[in-house]
């Protein structure tokens, strides 16, 4: 089964509760001796690593890790101050806006984020990629191809994260909250299956909606995302 780790919370001297998802599933297993860094396993002591993992019943509440194989690790040899904060970033969204039961949704897109870190594309964008796409799954769907409000396909000239998607200008603002740049960042991204819809969008421009999704978070979840904040700097 492969994994993907989000926590974990030590058990005993060298054992600890691992916290993962995989595609469908989020668990807890029981880790012998992974705190100890001489320990073959020692790997899944490192958040956001990915393995290959088999489990067994045993006496305690959780399963019993019985192997663990490799398969990568989001930490790099010489990494950006921007890419570890987006790691941060990603992580501590895992463990604080899903319940417990519900993380297994955020999988494919923790995936597919930590592969474009990894290939070197931008941690501005990346982050805000992983943050759309798991917007829907927190109960705040965003509508991206025509007015939320009354439907229109024409004249869309701004978003709005309250209201879940674009404004035309009939329902929008007066004064314009993003620019075109942004409207089609949103969108493409939105509707992306990749993390390869940057488009023009400079680093100011991703800023911006990084800085309001956060600000959404915290009013309609209760979380504000701390790391972000330092992505942000």
């Given at each position: 089964m492969e994994i993907i780790v989000i926590s974990v919370a030590q058990y005993k001297e060298k054992d600890a509760v691992v916290n993962a998802i995989t595609e469908g599933r989020s668990f807890s297993f029981y880790a012998k001796g992974?705190?100890?860094?001489k320990n073959k396993n020692s790997f899944l002591?490192?958040?956001l690593c990915?393995?290959?993992i088999t489990l067994i019943e045993g006496k305690l509440k959780y399963p019993i890790l019985e192997s663990a194989e490799f398969i990568s690790s989001p930490m790099l040899s010489n990494c950006?101050?921007?890419y570890l904060n987006a790691l941060l970033?990603?992580?501590?969204?895992?463990?604080h806006l899903f319940d417990s039961q519900e993380k297994f949704l955020g999988y494919e897109h923790v995936n597919k984020t930590l592969i474009a870190l990894r290939k070197g594309q931008?941690?501005?964008y990346c982050i805000l990629y992983f943050l759309l796409k798991i917007l829907p799954s927190l109960g705040f769907?965003?509508?991206?191809?025509?007015?939320?409000?009354?439907?229109?396909?024409?004249?869309?000239t701004d978003f709005s994260f309250v209201d879940g998607g674009f404004l035309c200008s009939k329902c929008?603002?007066?004064?314009?909250?993003?620019?075109?740049?942004?409207?089609?960042?949103?969108?493409?991204?939105?509707?992306?299956?990749?993390?390869?819809?940057i488009g023009d969008a400079t680093d100011d421009d991703i800023k911006e909606l990084l800085f309001d999704i956060n600000v959404f978070l915290t009013d309609g979840i209760g979380y504000h995302l701390r790391t972000l904040d330092s992505l942000l700097k």
């Open positions: 992974i705190l100890n860094p002591n490192n958040t990915k393995a290959n950006s101050l921007g970033t990603i992580d501590e969204a895992m463990i931008n941690p501005l769907e965003l509508e991206v191809k025509n007015c939320v409000n009354c439907g229109s396909k024409k004249n869309i929008a603002e007066s004064e314009r909250r993003y620019n075109n740049t942004q409207l089609l960042l949103i969108r493409n991204t939105v509707l992306s299956d990749e993390v390869d819809a």
